[in-house]
């Protein structure tokens, strides 16, 4: 009767479909990309107002070997159309004594280094989410006393004596330690790339269409791969796919651009080198998949 028709009813199955596993990434991936984009904004900004900050500084210009000054027929501003001269001036501002790290300057070129890479193409933006996470955790600490902390030593020799960390690198996260080593890593993967385009034949870019996209893999795989798990690891396979053919004209000739990637490329290494050395002394070098 009645009372059957509806309990007959009540039994229909509704067969929802699984959602594939990769298209819940790719959205996951999408909105992640679209916070990051307020964070751009951010770093633009940040960068301009650095630019007037640093306008007096001395030019690093006079470090470029004289051969490359002879070619360039050319005299262009170096605050705006030679970028990685200002970024290298920011970073090189981060030495402090023989040996330490300016913390509060750190993070500044970090921040500053973002809308340069940006102008690199799509692929860069989980760079620049990175960049902004790692500034985060170390202005946790780093903020609990600006003038002290300063120091990156005192600010790691603070958190070892808070009983942050355990003995074997083992870094508590989030932590300015943390924040450290991945923001050094991320360096020196760009420090990879910027010297396979320094070591590059004239044109090879143009002869090898992957040129740019074997150097960036290389990159990665020596100075990030070790570390990261697998979703980090499918994350950038992702982003790989949209990387470009070339570096941005940063510069009005190949010349010059050569030489001051090459300005950039030691500025940076030696930054890493100081906080390299501090956090293995530290025993802070975490080796852990992230």
Not at 23 to 30: G, P, Q, R
Not at 268 to 287: F, G, H, I, P, Y
Request: glycine residues 4%; charged residues 20%.
């Amino acid at each position: 009767g009645r009372q059957g028709r509806e309990m007959h009813a009540s039994q229909v199955v509704i067969d929802v479909p699984a959602i594939p596993l990769i298209e819940v990434f790719l959205l996951v991936l999408i909105f992640q990309l679209y916070r990051l984009t307020a964070l751009v904004q951010e770093g633009v900004k940040h960068l301009r107002t650095l630019n007037v900050k640093k306008a007096t500084m001395q030019s690093a210009s006079s470090e470029t070997p004289a051969k490359v000054k002879e070619r360039s027929t050319s005299t262009p501003n170096p605050m705006v159309s030679r970028p990685l001269q200002t970024s290298s001036q920011l970073f090189r501002a981060c030495y402090l004594g023989e040996t330490d790290v300016n913390v509060e300057l750190l993070n500044d070129a970090l921040r500053s280094y973002c809308p340069l890479i940006q102008q690199i193409g799509a692929f860069t933006l989980l760079s620049i989410r990175e960049v902004h996470t790692n500034v985060g955790k170390i202005e946790s600490s780093f903020e609990l006393a600006p003038v002290r902390y300063r120091s990156m030593r005192e600010l790691l020799e603070a958190e070892i004596g808070a009983g942050m960390h355990q003995a074997g690198g083992m870094l508590s996260d989030p932590s300015a330690a943390m924040g450290m080593l991945w923001a050094r890593r991320g360096l020196m993967f760009w420090v990879h790339i910027y010297q396979a385009r320094i070591d590059a034949m004239p044109g090879q870019n143009e002869r090898d269409a992957l040129y740019m996209h074997k150097s960036v893999e290389q990159a990665y795989n020596k100075n990030i791969l070790p570390f990261n798990g697998w979703l980090s690891q499918k994350s950038f396979q992702l982003a790989l796919k949209a990387v470009p053919s070339d570096l941005p004209k940063w510069a009005p000739s190949e010349d010059l651009l050569t030489a001051d990637l090459t300005e950039w490329v030691q500025a940076v290494t030696n930054l890493c080198s100081r906080m390299e050395a501090m956090q293995k002394e530290l025993d802070l070098e975490d080796l852990r998949k992230s």
